[in-house]
């Protein structure tokens, strides 16, 4: 012993080098090879069902978009088979509402005291998106009273059902006019088309 200090061989200083060397020997090649390849396999996973995510997101729209207009078609089927049978009905007042416009067709509908009136047109023209047409009972005492509010499809027809609200010997015509696209609770202007019931 010298100064105070064993004497003999004293223990190797282990560097920097020498760790990250005994590291590799612990962790394998073939290990970082498999942690590389099980990234790459997980990010492809993650891609793939962000994939699937969006295209399950897209037939879901794709879905609801298919039942609304199965919704829509159901509900035009039930129009028509309402119309018609107001129109076929025995019990029905066939009524032509003629334009004050010569270049417009005629209307036709169909007045029944219990399934109300039904409203059937061709050829109509296409409205402003600001205007609408409103249907409109005209009692022979009394202000008119609002019944339906309609536009023609995209094909210029037109085919409803409205409620009779007044008993028929108490109506005295039947008047469509244009008004704002919400409706009017009384008539704007003079009647576009007119029949006479009673």
Do not use: C
Not at 5 to 13: F, I, L, N, R, Y
Not at 174 to 189: D, F, V, Y
């Amino acid at each position: 012993m010298k100064n105070g200090k064993p004497s003999g061989d004293t223990a190797p200083e282990i560097t920097p080098a020498a760790k990250l060397s005994a590291k590799r020997e612990m962790f394998p090649m073939w290990a970082w090879i498999a942690a590389a390849v099980l990234a790459l396999v997980t990010g492809y996973a993650i891609r793939q069902m962000s994939n699937e995510n969006t295209q399950l997101a897209d037939l879901r729209k794709q879905m609801k978009l298919a039942t609304m207009q199965n919704q829509a078609l159901q509900n035009q089927l039930e129009q028509g088979r309402m119309v018609a049978s107001v129109m076929l009905s025995p019990d029905s007042m066939p009524l032509k509402l003629m334009p004050k416009d010569k270049n417009m067709p005629v209307v036709h509908a169909y007045l029944h005291p219990h399934m109300g009136v039904a409203i059937t047109a061709d050829q109509m023209p296409t409205l402003p998106s600001a205007m609408t047409l409103q249907l409109w009972f005209v009692p022979k005492k009394g202000s008119p009273m609002s019944i339906a509010i309609f536009r023609p499809d995209s094909s210029g027809q037109i085919s409803l059902v409205a409620p009779v609200k007044m008993p028929m010997n108490e109506i005295a015509s039947l008047t469509i006019t244009e008004e704002p696209a919400m409706g009017s609770p009384q008539p704007t202007g003079p009647p576009a088309w007119m029949a006479q019931v009673n």
